[in-house]
Nanobody, 123 residues
Framework: QVQLVESGGGLVQVGGSLRLSCEASERTVIGYNKGWFRQAPGKEREFVAA????????YYSDSAQGRFTISRDNAKNSVYLQMNSLKPEDTAVYYCAADRGWEWHRTYGMEYWGKGTLVTVSS
């Protein structure tokens, strides 16, 4: 069973940066597209960013565009989310996901999910 394990969350001040990591337990998902979602308290889970298998194609939500960067290292079976210029509204649990498709609007339809890492942006 594939496991995705996120790390790198924590408490950061407004305007600060964090880098999230997600490592997969099985090399099977090297051939999967990867994405990051987030869920703020009392809100629905929402898409943040995605990257294709090769790392050559990326896709961002409007809120992430220009501030966040998704990347992957297939040798380490990992995907990353560099988050800069953080705002209080970025506070959420961030989830890593892996899927063979590219339909990131299917928020709960991803094949594999991590358990999440909490990011708190304080003002």
């Amino acid at each position: 069973q594939v496991q995705l394990v996120e790390s790198g969350g924590g408490l950061v001040q407004v305007g600060g940066s964090l880098r999230l990591s997600c490592e997969a337990s099985e090399r099977t998902v090297i051939g999967y597209n990867k994405g990051w979602f987030r869920q703020a308290p009392g809100k629905e889970r929402e898409f943040v960013a995605a990257i294709d298998v090769s790392g050559g194609i990326t896709y961002y939500s409007d809120s992430a565009q220009g501030r966040f960067t998704i990347s992957r290292d297939n040798a380490k079976n990992s995907v990353y989310l560099q988050m800069n210029s953080l705002k209080p509204e970025d506070t959420a649990v961030y989830y890593c996901a892996a899927d063979r498709g590219w339909e990131w609007h299917r928020t709960y339809g991803m094949e594999y999910w991590g358990k999440g890492t909490l990011v708190t942006v304080s003002s």
